[in-house]
């Protein structure tokens, strides 16, 4: 086995240890999929989950991305690309099968595109909107070779396209938009980041059930504010709502008027 198979598998294996991953084709994802090959040449600009400043990587040898770190691309924005345990926790929570349907709004580089493309397999389907159009066409190169995902640039809070069995949000929001609630499948799950100016939030699990939805929340997180996002003082008030709701219990409703469950 080379040294980078060996960096990869014991990649896999802390995040499966760390998160206790349930899903053998999460895990098996997470090592097929190269993840320098979303990312520019190295070395690169990375940072533990709890530092708050970039080091540079002493090579371009990929090995050093198969620890547990976020990875810039676009360090002046201070925009990475996903610590991998948190997201591998989100994609293992969301309890993605064979065969389904998934979009993802806000892709970036298209390094969780691919993740979920071998979840899903050749006869499940990923969507992939990106806003940023330079994102979207690097995104686009990239996954040339994933035939079951397709890069859509546009806004993912307006339309993504046919029903969904997974809608995962890589952006932070104020409150679920009404194109995601409608668009789950019955069983359909969206998970959500919920965040206020400080980019600090919760995600939370929306379930589509036989009869209305049902929202709990999962976990912290700091993420990048979404497009469309949302700013005044009543989308603060509706997220402190939410998140003030959701982490007593689940919020069971049957639709979504101005940012917030009804009935």
Known sequence: MSELADARRHYVARIAGREQIASSRLL???EAVPREHFLRKGPWRIKSEFSRNYTK????DPIHLYDNVLVAIDARRRLDTGLPSLWAHFVDVLDIVEGERVV??????GYYSAILSEIVGPKGKVRAIEYDPAFAERARANLRSYPNVEIVCGDGTQD???????IIVHAGFTQPHAAWISGL???GRLLLPLTAP???GTVIKIRRLD???QAEAIRRIAIFPG???GGSALDERVVDWWEQAAAIAPVRFQRIEHGLPCG
């Open 227 to 229: 497009q469309g996002r």
């Open 104 to 109: 993802q709004i806000g892709c970036g580089l």
């Open 28 to 30: 098996a994802a997470l």
């Open 160 to 166: 993504i396209g046919a029903k969904a069995d997974v």
């Open 57 to 60: 990587t002493e090579s371009a």
């Open 211 to 213: 009869k209305g939805y």
């Open 185 to 187: 499948r019955p069983g």
């Open 198 to 200: 400080s980019r600090e």
